[in-house]
């Protein structure tokens, strides 16, 4: 079975510095693996997808997530944190089978301190 | 480009009632996926339709729920005789196939108050 794992409820950082925010995923066959960000009473927005091919993937707002395989994760990075990147931010994957459905993390809060 | 449209925004029921929420998918996205979110977790996956048919609806529950989305006109998230555990927010994507690497758009969501 699907699953993925944001291990971290909640992440602090002070604005200006790098952010990492953590995904483990567990699928079988090769993955397909998304983030997505949602800010207060909002529909969540497409940030960025791995399919295949260079495992550093670039997205959107300057956000950057590496696919690692050996060690199953799929950590969102930035290198300079905005006070704006504070939301709820979920690692989401989906085998790579036609008509499977997404499976969601549970989702980590990124507070980014003035 | 109208993403996706889901209507209303807030809806208040009391225990009993029918609740009835609709999704326009993005124009030429023919999948449509409805997902549930309660406070402090994340989205978990209902259903998942293409136009006419339910493809996959594990994640829903057997009774009180259905869902439909016809040739024409909206997707329709149904739910029966609400309980004071349905109030969540409820989320609708779609997307232009069920290719595994297309990501999902996701309207801005419904949310549900049971009184």
């Known amino acids: 079975a699907q699953s993925v794992a944001q291990p971290e409820d909640q992440v602090n950082v002070a604005e200006g510095n790098p952010l990492t925010v953590k995904c483990t995923y567990s699928?079988?066959?090769?993955?397909?693996l998304f983030w997505y960000v949602q800010y207060p009473n909002r529909g969540l927005q497409f940030l960025l997808k791995?399919?295949?091919?260079?495992?550093l993937v670039k997205g959107s707002y300057g956000f950057e997530a590496e696919f690692n395989k050996s060690q199953t994760s799929f950590h969102l990075k930035k290198p300079s944190a905005l006070v704006s990147d504070s939301a709820l931010y979920f690692c989401?994957?989906?085998?790579?089978?036609?008509?499977?459905?997404?499976?969601f993390g549970k989702g980590t809060r990124l507070h980014i301190l003035p | 480009n109208a993403g996706v449209m889901q209507n209303p925004r807030h809806l208040v029921r009391r225990r009993g009632q029918e609740a009835r929420l609709r999704c326009s998918p993005m124009k030429g996205h023919s999948h449509v996926y409805w997902y549930r979110q309660l406070p402090e977790e994340g989205l978990k996956f209902m259903v998942y339709l293409q136009k006419e048919n339910i493809i996959d609806e594990s994640g829903m529950p057997k009774e009180r729920f259905s869902a439909e989305f016809p040739k024409e006109g909206p997707s329709i998230l149904r739910i029966q005789q609400v309980v004071r555990g349905d109030s969540a927010a409820y989320f609708c994507?779609?997307?232009?196939?069920?290719?595994?690497?297309?990501?999902?758009?996701f309207g801005p969501g419904t949310r549900l108050t049971v009184l």
């Open positions: 791995y399919i295949t091919g260079d495992n």
């Open positions: 994507a779609s997307s232009s196939s069920g290719v595994g690497y297309n990501e999902q758009f």
């Open positions: 989401a994957v989906r085998a790579g089978n036609r008509d499977d459905k997404i499976i």
């Open positions: 699928v079988s066959g090769n993955p397909y």
